[in-house]
């Protein structure tokens, strides 16, 4: 074993030199101006070593909220620990602008936003905070349903359809023992938004400033609907429609997807290398021969993986979303259907397919719409219709589509379909929506804009979710602007 070389005194006193302004930089961060309830301390601790793949943001502060698990005022069942992020303002702070985070379950404690001047404009006076919700990532307890490693393989006589529902049951059962009946039933997006008011009132802010992408929309939305007192100002980005049930939403994205199939379509037959026939019904067909070929051979990849036709389903769909991804969608099929996988294929799967499972996005999901007892037949009718809306997906032709977790949950879902019921004392929302997003249809933004008589800022493309990224600046500029002076009549726009 090798020694380490030995820090001579001109060595530590360097080392020293550079250490010190920055612990003193930390220490001004946390003494001055510190939001109450949070007990800030920077995010290189130890204490938080494992939250984060990467170094954290120079400067950036971490901390935890407590929050009632249920929130009632005869309930005494414990809490929930958030955790949360706070990357400080670079000039004199004015508040903080929260970001609340898609999925849902995906983890929000370290939030992309670009650098670039006009976003720069938002950074120098408010605090950027980013948190995990409840039960997702580094916020307790967190979502498990995995089995343990002594549990046997089980496997049920009979057909498909059978088995598929055998798992599901099991993964329920463990998914009760592992996170325990009683979070389950509180774990959803009622509850999350409470949570953001309970993260509101920790920042020391009177009135909430977020942005909020995609599943986070729908969190926003019921925010803005049940406190519209501590509303100052927040942006939805790849609108979640509040006035569609689980099946319309579905349906809807379907044909969206469609849709942007058809574009994609006419936008690979000008190219000369396009796998596909320039019809779309025999551009479907030889997609799902594509497909049906991966799911009986598995294609191997130059980082030892294989490419699974589930892989290859979930590639494509994130990639159909945005139009700067389409000429490597073209060589990922080209390479697929001639099974000549090259290094960029197995980055493009590692990118885009989404392997790892995300347990909270389908427990979260079954916490707000299960029904149980729905009729079992009257659900598959709707996934046929959903199939049929979209086939591209539907290599297998199922004909009896398996059910989903949700199918089985044993607790009553809590959110419910409605038409928004605004106060005459909320202030405008913003609303940005793409007009051919595929995961959230532009219906969905300018109908919630009307709904809360709101602007609304379009952009004429594919895509989801860009705000403050530095995608656009257009739409960058209007959500900037919109956020430092809500109450300076914004109107809509549209970028191109």
């Known amino acids: 074993m090798s020694k380490a070389p030995r820090l001579t005194l001109l060595t530590l006193l360097a080392t020293l030199a550079v250490m010190l302004p920055l612990a003193s930089w930390y220490l001004s961060v946390y003494v001055d101006e510190q939001p109450a309830g949070v007990r800030w301390q920077p995010c290189v601790n130890s204490e938080f070593a494992t939250w984060f793949d990467d170094q954290p943001p120079q400067g950036m502060l971490c901390g935890y909220v407590?929050?009632?698990?249920?929130?009632?005022?005869?309930?005494?069942?414990?809490?929930v620990r958030l955790a949360l992020t706070r990357l400080p303002a670079k000039g004199v702070r004015k508040g903080s602008v929260v970001v609340v985070s898609g999925g849902p379950g995906l983890p929000g404690i370290n939030p992309y936003l670009s650098g670039d001047s006009t976003v720069d404009r938002l950074k120098q006076s408010y605090d950027i905070i980013g948190y995990d919700p409840r039960g997702v990532g580094r916020s307790t307890p967190t979502i498990s349903c995995k089995r343990s490693d002594h549990d046997e393989d089980v496997t049920v006589e009979g057909s498909d359809k059978a088995e598929s529902e055998f798992q599901l049951r099991r993964t329920i059962a463990e998914c009760i023992k592992q996170t325990g009946a009683l979070?389950?039933?509180?774990?959803?997006?009622?509850?999350?938004?409470?949570?953001?008011?309970?993260?509101?009132?920790?920042?020391?802010?009177?009135k909430l400033t977020a942005v909020a992408y995609s599943y986070g929309t729908q969190v926003a939305a019921l925010f803005a609907e049940r406190f519209p007192e501590q509303t100052r100002a927040m942006v939805l980005d790849g609108v979640v429609d509040l006035s569609e049930d689980e099946y319309t939403q579905q349906l809807n994205q379907a044909r969206s997807y469609q849709q942007t199939f058809q574009r994609f379509l006419a936008y690979c037959a000008q190219t000369r290398d396009c796998p596909l026939p320039g019809d779309e019904r025999g551009a479907v067909e030889a997609f799902q021969t594509i497909l049906r070929d991966v799911d009986e051979s598995p294609l191997p990849l130059k980082d030892g993986n294989e490419m699974t036709a589930e892989d290859l389903v979930s590639t494509v769909q994130s990639m159909l979303l945005w139009y700067e991804f389409w000429p490597d969608l073209i060589a990922l099929l080209r390479q697929t259907q001639t099974k000549n996988a090259d290094e960029q294929l197995a980055q493009l799967v590692t990118d885009h397919a989404g392997r790892e499972t995300n347990e909270a996005l389908g427990v979260i999901t079954c916490a707000d719409i299960a029904v149980p007892g729905s009729d079992i037949q009257e659900i598959r009718k709707q996934r046929q219709a959903i199939v049929a809306a979209s086939p591209l997906f539907n290599y297998l032709g199922k004909q009896n589509l398996p059910l989903s977790m949700c199918d089985l949950w044993p607790f009553q879902g809590k959110?419910?379909?409605?038409?928004?019921?605004?106060?005459?004392?909320?202030?405008?929302?913003?609303f940005v929506g793409q007009r051919y997003d595929a995961t959230t249809p532009y219906a969905n933004a300018r109908q919630m804009a009307k709904w809360f008589r709101s602007p609304l800022?379009?952009?004429?493309?594919?895509?989801?979710?860009?705000?403050?990224?530095?995608?656009?600046?257009?739409?960058?500029?209007?959500?900037?602007?919109?956020?430092?002076?809500?109450?300076?009549?914004?109107?809509?726009?549209?970028?191109?």
């Open 66 to 79: 407590e929050a009632p698990l249920i929130y009632s005022a005869s309930a005494q069942a414990g809490s």
């Open 183 to 206: 979070v389950l039933q509180h774990i959803g997006t009622n509850e999350a938004v409470n949570d953001l008011n309970v993260i509101r009132a920790a920042l020391g802010e009177p």
């Open 415 to 430: 959110v419910q379909a409605h038409i928004p019921v605004v106060s005459l004392t909320l202030p405008p929302l913003l």
């Open 457 to 496: 800022v379009t952009r004429e493309g594919d895509g989801h979710t860009l705000a403050l990224t530095g995608t656009d600046g257009c739409v960058d500029e209007a959500v900037v602007d919109y956020l430092l002076t809500p109450n300076a009549g914004v109107l809509d726009k549209t970028c191109p």
